[in-house]
């Protein structure tokens, strides 16, 4: 029953993912990587919320929930803010230029060898961290919930294989031949699935620890472990409080208005308005997230009475055991629908990097829009086949997935949300100030995380929370931005250029709703902060 509903639904997904991009034109750039600027508010919504919202996330935040609670709560509902500050300030200003990627936006900013050096920072990123947890995380749930080892009678690393690889085939055809409508359509529609299957997880759970009634469990949840639900972490904590004020903005901020996998689903929007909307409707839907991708973990922390060798279990080992068999095919469907949305964004926005930031640029200067995209299906499949050969390896990480991921990606986080904001907000910093603060960021946080850390924790002396990191080397980067446009600064003030592709006239409503999520986010940290 649980492996038939779970094709159905797959299956329903991808029959109506396909009828609704069969008119657009999928030959051009703009149909291929942007889904001919025709998104609208609840698809950009839908798209940002399930990109955001697949395995690496939901088994990933469950499982640091597991082992520390409340505190990891920040990467959700400040992605809120984050989500506000890019309706209000950058999406504006991407539309203004019309772009399709944000390396596009930085060499109309700042130069050619700027754009380059981004656009190979985020293919990087995406092949070395976000294309295989994805796929790690996603394969560990399925194979959890499923049972795969027992079933094939083989070993947990040796099934991952097998999951891997199934998951990462199926997404590469998704997002290599469907191009961005196909992935904002399919990903609308698990949206919807996923925020029903989500939910029901922690009703169920409540429902398991209160003998069926749902309030009895969250009283008896709560008595329990009141400690669990303080949201201010404390030294020791997976999300120090203070970290909030320095790498946790960057983090959100980064990910949510300048990271390509993201903003293309907003970049892709038919005007200003219909991108707003979406960026805030997600933000809204984004403060409801910890029920789905935090909550959970506690209630599986009380079952399961904190004893799982493996914290990144806690969420499948929790839907194995409380959720009803005729429910586990569908949520199957519906997690294999977020693995697969989260890797094609990831891959879709590789192909668009790479076929217009690359091969346009560099290869073959000349090329029309049928080769482009044709180049980049092709890197595409080479990227897909990379990330399924090393996801695998991921197994039993160190500090767990999501921290993993968050740790890997401040390589290129810090400098790309530095040389953007201070583009946007200062006319008169050089690429050249751009360019060095980009090496020096990417150079001196892996060498301090991954040389100095080691060392520090070997010696026992005192060594940065790696948000703290974050925060420290995002604050030098700016300082090496503008002292070096001090002494060497531009001939001219920079002037962006309007170039009417969508209009850019403001939601009226933005203001009003933008200022309302921020009011609830505050509230949330008032509320529980013990």
């Not at 698990?190 to 009283?219: C, H, K, Q, R, W």
């Not at 197994?395 to 953007?420: D, K, R």
Request: net charge neutral.
């Amino acid at each position: 029953m649980g492996i038939i509903s779970f094709i159905g639904f797959t299956l329903l997904v991808a029959t109506i993912a396909y009828v609704s991009t069969r008119k657009t034109d999928e030959k051009s750039s703009d149909g291929y990587f942007l889904g001919g600027r025709s998104l609208t508010g609840p698809i950009i919504a839908g798209s940002l919320l399930l990109t955001n919202l697949s395995t690496e996330q939901i088994v990933g935040v469950n499982g640091v929930s597991f082992r520390d609670g409340l505190p990891i709560v920040a990467y959700e509902v400040l992605a809120a803010v984050a989500m506000v500050f890019t309706a209000f300030v950058l999406l504006p200003k991407y539309l203004k230029s019309g772009i399709a990627t944000i390396p596009q936006f930085l060499e109309n900013r700042y130069s050619k060898s700027t754009k380059t050096i981004v656009s190979l920072l985020f293919l990087l990123g995406y092949a070395i961290s976000m294309l295989p947890t994805v796929l790690y995380s996603g394969a560990l749930a399925i194979n959890t919930m499923f049972d795969i080892p027992e079933a094939l009678g083989i070993g947990p690393e040796q099934a991952l294989w097998i999951t891997v690889w199934s998951i990462g085939l199926i997404g590469s055809v998704y997002a290599i031949f469907g191009g961005l409508r196909a992935v904002a359509v399919s990903d609308s529609i698990n949206a919807v699935g996923l925020i029903i299957g989500g939910t029901l997880i922690p009703v169920f759970g409540l429902m398991y620890i209160g003998d069926g009634n749902v309030f009895t469990g969250l009283t008896t949840l709560t008595t329990a472990l009141p400690e669990k639900f303080d949201i201010i972490g404390g030294p020791d904590s997976d999300v120090p409080f203070w970290t909030i004020f320095t790498g946790m903005i960057i983090v959100n901020f980064y990910y949510w208005g300048t990271n390509q996998a993201i903003i293309q689903r907003a970049l892709g929007a038919k005007n200003l308005k219909e991108g707003q909307k979406g960026l805030l409707l997600a933000a809204f839907l984004k403060i409801l997230g910890p029920i789905i991708v935090v909550l959970p973990g506690i209630i599986a922390f009380y079952i399961f009475k904190g004893d799982l060798a493996n914290a990144d279990e806690a969420y499948p080992m929790l839907v194995k055991k409380i959720l009803p068999t005729a429910f586990v095919g569908f949520f199957a469907a519906v997690l294999f629908g977020a693995i697969l949305s989260s890797f094609n964004s990831a891959l879709n926005s590789s192909v668009t990097l790479f076929g217009l930031d690359f091969y346009k640029q560099y290869i073959d200067k000349t090329a029309s829009d049928v080769k482009i995209v044709k180049a980049g299906k092709i890197f595409g499949a080479f990227l897909a086949i990379f990330s399924m050969a090393i996801a695998p390896l991921l197994y039993g990480v160190q500090g767990g997935i999501f921290t993993y991921l968050q740790e890997l990606n401040g390589t290129h986080s810090v400098p790309i949300l530095a040389i953007v904001i201070v583009g946007i907000f200062s006319k008169r910093v050089t690429a050249k100030g751009a360019n060095m603060a980009i090496l020096f960021s990417v150079i001196t946080y892996l060498v301090a995380l991954y040389v100095v850390r080691p060392i520090s924790i070997e010696n026992g002396t005192y060594f940065p929370h790696f948000l703290h990191l974050m925060g420290i080397i995002f604050a030098l980067a700016l300082i090496i931005m503008f002292t070096v446009s001090y002494f060497k600064p531009r001939e001219t003030d920079y002037v962006q250029e309007y170039t009417k592709q969508v209009d850019i006239q403001n939601w009226k409503y933005l203001k009003f709703v933008g200022f309302s999520i921020c009011g609830i986010v505050l509230l949330i940290y008032i509320y529980f902060a013990n």
